[in-house]
């Protein structure tokens, strides 16, 4: 047994305030030929689940959270029950697969058993079918989940296994109640001037921006799921003419979806505020355990004013760097290194109060899941296309996963069915976005210089 990190179980706790929220990470592929059998999918994923404990594993949790949740094996494990099978309606289409995806990301997981499922969708378009691999966000966040579904495809005999789970936390006693109150009171004389510090900008940022903010009113029980694609080779052209990233380029994409879409239900953009969540790795680069959220995040602002492309990755490069010395992700490092050294039964109550929070200061969640350098395949069928499916949560009624694979960078954009910034609409308007933006680089020397 090995003991959930402080945010690994607050999306458990997430899931317990709130009935409406999505915390599953999907990864949905294309595959080329036709769907393989039932005996022959489950004895494949038979032998890469005998690789990975994780897998068969699910999360216990003790009467009033008094005790962090623990991974445990799961005694009555039964691989079928993590399988499912489904046919598209005619034609068969893209639509018709980001509809079914959209439906899937509402489905609950079984917490009585491991938290993850595979989905075959047979028949999609001409000799094609698809799979979506969703895991829990208690198990996985956007890179592990990712890592986690390249190993369930051939050749991963040069993926390292993930290491044994490390031995269960002990039953407090007064001695180790002592012990931990000590390390707490050592990491706060250490740590607190950072943390007040660095706690104000975070804290100013989840305010709500006005009455104009996008935030969500509530989350509805339904959905919608578009994906945008480019170019990987014109969005390395983009970063290298402007000197930026991928995440601002991204992050700058979606900034003018939202403004074109806004314009055209007849809104001023320039009156209404956005702020965003941009999950940050922290994971080492030499991290033995791939599973797991490693993550901080930044919160900045998007400037749906900017008329133009250029102006709009402008600022939002200037804003993301200003936010990452602002200090908010050493501060959000730091909160988890003191919730995982305190009771839990205190914690999981704040975590829940939180997520029960009417929050209305971000909208939107925009996370980067890196894609395999490689092509994949799955029973020797080849993988075509890949693409995100991201959680929504916390009244944020808007989230796009970005990844890229086979020369491609994929939005997977999932949206609440009533949102004011519909998921297929954004989906079309990114696109738009980055061959503007695409334009520009052909067309101009570099705006920006490193800060």
């Known amino acids: 047994m090995s003991r959930l990190h402080p945010l690994d179980s607050a999306f458990l706790y997430i899931e317990d305030a709130d009935g409406t929220a999505d915390v599953g990470i999907g990864i949905a592929t294309v595959l080329d030929g036709r769907a393989p059998s039932q005996p022959e999918l489950i004895e494949r994923l038979q032998q890469r689940v005998d690789r990975d404990p994780r897998l068969q594993q699910r999360v216990h ?34 639509q018709e697969l980001y509809d079914l995806i959209a439906a899937e990301s509402t489905e609950k997981f079984d917490r009585n058993h491991p938290l993850w499922r595979c989905l075959v969708i047979e028949e999609y378009g001409v000799d094609q079918w698809a799979l979506l691999f969703v895991a829990h966000h208690t198990m996985v966040d956007g890179m592990a989940g990712m890592r986690l579904f390249e190993q369930l495809c051939d050749d991963t ?14 039953i407090s006693t007064v001695q180790s ?5 000590a390390r707490v009171a050592t990491v706060a004389a250490r740590g607190a001037g950072s943390l007040v510090r660095n706690a104000v900008p975070l804290t100013w940022a989840l305010l709500p921006a006005g009455n104009g903010s996008l935030g969500a009113e509530e989350l509805g029980p339904r959905r919608r799921y578009g994906v945008a694609e480019s170019n990987l080779a014109d969005i390395r052209n983009i970063c290298a003419a402007f000197e930026v990233t991928v995440n601002d380029v991204a992050v700058a994409a979606v900034t003018g979806a939202v403004r074109s879409v806004l314009i055209a239900q007849g809104r001023d953009p320039a009156t209404e505020h956005l702020r965003i969540l941009v999950p940050v790795s922290t994971r080492p680069a030499r991290s033995g355990d791939g599973l797991g959220n490693v993550v901080a995040a930044l919160t900045p602002q998007l400037p749906l004013d900017a008329a133009t492309a250029r102006q709009r990755l402008t600022r939002v490069h200037q804003r993301v760097a200003r936010q990452r010395t602002t200090g908010e992700v050493e501060a959000e490092e730091l909160a988890l290194g003191v919730a995982a050294l305190l009771p839990t039964a205190p914690v999981a109550a704040a975590l829940r109060f939180a997520a029960r929070y009417r929050q209305q200061a971000v909208g939107a969640l925009v996370t980067n899941v890196i894609g395999p350098q490689d092509t994949l395949s799955f029973l020797g069928r080849a993988v075509l296309d890949a693409f995100a499916l991201p959680p929504l949560a916390m009244r ?6 970005v990844t890229s694979y086979h020369g491609l ?43």
Do not use: N
């Not at 005999?157 to 002990?170: A, C, F, L, V, W």
């Open 157 to 170: 005999d040069d993926h390292p296994d993930h290491p044994t789970p490390g031995p269960p936390p002990t």
């Open 396 to 401: 944020i009624g808007l989230a796009v996963a």
């Open 61 to 94: 949790r003790t009467p009033l959270d008094l005790q962090a949740p623990r991974w445990v094996d799961d005694p009555d494990f039964d691989l079928t029950r993590h399988l499912r099978w489904r046919a598209l309606p005619q034609p068969r289409g893209k």
């Open 409 to 451: 960078l994929r939005f997977g954009v999932l949206s609440d069915y009533d949102s004011v910034l519909p998921g297929e609409q954004i989906a079309a308007a990114i696109e738009t976005d980055l061959a503007e933006m695409s334009r520009c680089a052909q067309q101009c020397d570099p705006l920006l210089r490193p800060p």
């Open 177 to 181: 109640l002592a012990t931990a109150g």
